[in-house]
């Protein structure tokens, strides 16, 4: 019995194989986070009946601000979530979190300085048509997770 072995067509097999793997190996994959966010940087959907930010910050140092896409009536309802956790505060830290209306008045002003749940149910009548949201960040290491949803009038 003789066997013949088709040396060209192994010598690209063989090239074939060393380029994919070689390929493959200098490969480094994103950081595998629990919550699917990156350190520092904010997962922002701002939507017509919705806005959430989420952040995971490690000594987060920056100022950052959100022009609202909700079309919001008097007639309608604002639903919030504001929830930070794993907080990590310095006594010099000051970081907040600001919704503003169009002329700058400011409807809420939350100073990040411990952990906290907070949710409300406001009548966009009684606080005005929010416009702007922003954040301002003085070294701020934990979880912020907020949220805005529209619950138009029935």
């Given at each position: 019995?003789?066997?013949q072995?088709?040396?060209?067509?192994?010598?690209?097999?063989?090239?074939?194989?060393?380029?994919?793997?070689?390929?493959f190996?200098s490969?480094?994959?994103?950081?595998?986070?629990?919550?699917?966010?990156?350190?520092?940087?904010?997962?922002?959907v701002?939507?017509?009946?919705?806005?959430?930010?989420?952040?995971?910050?490690?000594?987060?140092n920056?100022?950052l601000?959100?022009e609202?896409?909700?079309?919001l009536?008097?007639?309608?309802?604002?639903l919030?979530?504001?929830?930070?956790k794993?907080?990590?505060?310095?006594?010099s830290?000051?970081?907040?979190?600001?919704?503003?209306?169009?002329?700058?008045?400011?409807?809420?002003?939350?100073?990040?300085?411990?952990?906290m749940?907070?949710?409300?149910?406001?009548?966009?009548?009684?606080?005005?048509?929010?416009?702007?949201?922003?954040?301002?960040g003085?070294?701020?290491?934990?979880?912020?997770?907020?949220?805005?949803?529209?619950?138009p009038?029935?």
């Open positions: 019995m003789k066997i072995i088709n040396t060209e067509k192994n010598i690209v097999m063989l090239s074939f194989v060393i380029v994919f793997c070689s390929l190996k490969c480094v994959a994103p950081p595998d986070y629990s919550d699917g966010l990156l350190e520092n940087l904010p997962a922002v701002n939507e017509e009946d919705f806005f959430s930010l989420s952040i995971f910050g490690n000594d987060f920056d100022s601000e959100w609202l896409e909700m079309s009536l008097e007639s309608d309802i604002l919030t979530t504001f929830v930070i794993d907080l990590n505060i310095l006594s830290d000051s970081s907040s979190l600001i919704m503003t209306m169009d002329l700058g008045d400011t409807i809420f002003n939350a100073i990040i300085l411990n952990d749940v907070f949710t409300s149910k406001d009548s966009i009548k009684l606080i005005g048509i929010p416009k702007n949201i922003s954040l301002y003085d070294n701020f290491t934990g979880r912020l997770e907020y949220q805005l949803i529209k619950n009038s029935l």
